[in-house]
């Protein structure tokens, strides 16, 4: 069973910089993506960047690209999401996400293991 920890969430000042993490286990699965996405209230989940396990391929919302960076230590099992420029737009809830097989890219539908979230929150 597929497990899936966040964690390096906060409260960061407009411009600051936070790095999050995504401990796994119990994937076995031969091919896969990683993402991170997240949930402001009131709004739909959204995807923010993802990386293909298998070749590091990454792949990232427009409005984010160049402030984050996603990474993973295949060693430890663990997805990183660097975020740099915070906005006031970025504060949310962080989840970081698993899709089994060929696909990679943004788009929730494929994500099927959903870790429970780190908190974010910019203030302006």
């Known amino acids: 069973q597929v497990q899936l920890v966040e964690s390096g969430g906060g409260s960061v000042q407009a411009g600051g910089s936070l790095r999050l993490s995504c401990a796994a286990s119990g994937i076995t699965y031969s091919r896969y993506c990683m993402g991170w996405f997240r949930q402001a209230p009131g709004n739909e989940r959204e995807g923010v960047a993802a990386?293909?396990?298998?070749?590091?391929?990454?792949y990232y919302a427009g409005s984010v690209r160049g402030r984050f960076t996603i990474s993973q230590d295949k060693a430890n099992n663990t997805l990183y999401l660097q975020m740099n420029t915070l906005k006031p737009e970025d504060t949310a809830t962080y989840f970081c996400a698993v899709a089994e097989g060929g696909y990679c890219g943004t788009a929730l539908q494929p994500y099927k293991d959903w870790g429970q979230g780190t908190q974010v929150t910019v203030s302006s």
């Open positions: 990386i293909f396990s298998r070749t590091g391929s990454s």
